[in-house]
Nanobody
Framework: QVQLVESGGGLVQGGGSLRLSCAASGSRFSINDMGWYRQAPGKQRELVAVVTSGGNINYADSVKGRFTISRDNAKNTVYLQMNSLKPEDTAVYYC????????????WGQGTQVTVSS
């Protein structure tokens, strides 16, 4: 069982920056992908950014050029640096970790609120 603990959310004005962190613990096996998803009120959860254990990265088109995901494999921690924030970035942000064995296991953090004021 993998536990994910997020931190770094909050309230920021449009154009501002926030940095999210997510630390994973409890995994007996190497974590494959780590990433961030978000869910705004009335909307489905969507991928924001993901980084593989090998360092391959994917971003949602809506955050490219503004958000940067990074990962410290030694600490099992993933970060999301969010710059030039917009009101439409307001959502609950969830950390995600994937462990692949014979099947694919997905784990979620509790979520952290990011609110961007206009």
């Amino acid at each position: 069982q993998v536990q994910l603990v997020e931190s770094g959310g909050g309230l920021v004005q449009g154009g501002g920056s926030l940095r999210l962190s997510c630390a994973a613990s409890g995994s007996r096996f190497s974590i494959n992908d780590m990433g961030w998803y978000r869910q705004a009120p009335g909307k489905q959860r969507e991928l924001v950014a993901v980084v593989t254990s090998g360092g391959n990265i994917n971003y949602a088109d809506s955050v490219k050029g503004r958000f940067t995901i990074s990962r410290d494999n030694a600490k099992n921690t993933v970060y999301l640096q969010m710059n030039s924030l917009k009101p439409e970035d307001t959502a609950v942000y969830y950390c995600n970790a994937v462990v692949v064995r014979t099947i694919r296991y997905m784990y979620w953090g509790q979520g952290t609120q990011v609110t961007v004021s206009s």
